[in-house]
């Protein structure tokens, strides 16, 4: 378990294979799981600490994936291809990633609009 070098404070990386995750002091804030035949599944949990810091970490994980966690009017969303498609940021969530294709699903898997 080591610090990623030039990144964010308190930000942590353990891989244990296949399996990545992306630790936040003592949460895991991004959980990337790999499978064999291509499927990625993303797990994103701020721990219920909806700050600044831990949004921008959750992001310089999944801009990787063209994915990104906002806030608008004290709410958390996440969005993919730009802001094309937006939904409700969940703990606890999960993203499924196949052939490019980033489906979503958890607590309430309604595809929202662009937030207001």
């Not at 700050?51 to 906002?70: E, G, R, Y």
């Not at 940021?89 to 999960?94: A, K, P, S, V």
């Amino acid at each position: 378990m080591g610090k990623i070098k030039g990144t964010r404070a308190g930000l942590q990386i353990l891989d244990l294979n296949g399996t990545i995750i992306h630790k936040l002091y003592n949460t895991d804030i991004v959980k990337i799981e790999y499978q064999p035949w291509g499927y990625i599944n993303i797990v994103l949990n701020s721990g219920g600490y909806k700050t600044n810091h831990t949004k921008n970490c959750m992001n310089d994980v999944l801009s990787q994936f063209n994915i990104k966690v906002f806030q608008k009017n004290f709410k958390w969303f996440f969005s993919i291809d730009n802001g094309s498609v937006t939904w409700d940021f969940e703990d606890g969530m999960n993203l499924g990633i196949d052939n490019d294709v980033v489906v979503r699903w958890g607590l309430t898997s309604d595809i929202k609009r662009k937030a207001q």
